[in-house]
């Protein structure tokens, strides 16, 4: 399995201000996925990262909100883009497994809460 | 539409007995589950899976049955340990399309009681 070093673990953030979470995996993988968990709710996909084009973004996701950075094939990152109470979730980095299962490996995850 | 739902937000347990967690799903493309568990401050972690093809799947004491027709699948773990209190998240997939779309249910929150 993948090993998925994300950083920060945790932040407070102020109303309208920008977060970037890092998300480094220790060997090469073509698609990466940023997840966000609310409280209380199931894990959605924001959008899946490719190296070398630009991030597919699903129902409900934008890329001003969100941008992605995808410079290579061991990193990525996610912005939080002009944040408010309503972005207090955990984000989460994952990479899949390669097999034919499809299974995802997740990073640690950020926890972030904005006042 | 909720297509994954665990319907129980919350299970408490006293150790040595059975942990019976419950999934439902509604769409009937998807044809391989997963179970992930995950503790506070950390991300999930596969614990176990199943094919649409099985109806049972071992591994060691975790146990996942999937009943197709009523598009319901458990997890069972026996004996239930103070270090499998945790939240379990059920997911769901089309195996085999290449896009890695899991779709998630809210979890259940296991407390194992010593």
């Known amino acids: 399995s993948a090993v998925i070093s994300q950083k920060p673990s945790r932040d407070i953030c102020q109303r309208g201000t920008s977060l970037t979470i890092q998300c480094q995996v220790d060997s090469q993988v073509t698609m990466m996925f940023w997840y966000r968990q609310q409280p209380g709710q199931s894990l959605t996909l924001i959008a899946t990262a490719n190296q070398g084009s630009e991030a597919t973004y699903e129902s409900g996701f934008v890329i001003d909100k969100f941008p992605i950075s995808r410079p290579n094939l061991t990193f990525s990152t996610l912005t939080v883009s002009n944040m408010s109470p309503e972005d207090s979730s955990i984000y989460l980095c994952?990479?899949?497994?390669?097999?034919?299962?499809?299974?995802?490996?997740f990073g640690s995850g950020t926890q972030l809460s904005v006042l | 539409d909720q297509q994954v739902k665990q319907n129980s937000p919350s299970l408490s347990v006293q150790e040595g007995r059975i942990s019976i967690l419950n999934c439902d799903y509604t769409n009937s493309m998807f044809d391989y589950f997963l179970w992930y568990k995950k503790y506070p401050a950390e991300g999930p972690t596969f614990l176990i899976s199943i094919s649409s093809i099985k109806d049972k799947n071992e591994d060691g004491r975790f146990t996942v049955f999937l009943n197709k027709s009523a598009k319901h699948l458990s997890l069972h773990i026996v004996p239930s340990q103070p270090g499998d209190s945790a939240v379990y998240f059920c997911a769901a997939s089309m195996a085999g399309a290449g896009s890695y779309q899991l779709t998630f249910g809210k979890g259940t929150k296991l407390s194992v009681i010593p």
């Open positions: 994952s990479v899949g497994s390669g097999g034919w299962d499809e299974k995802l490996f």
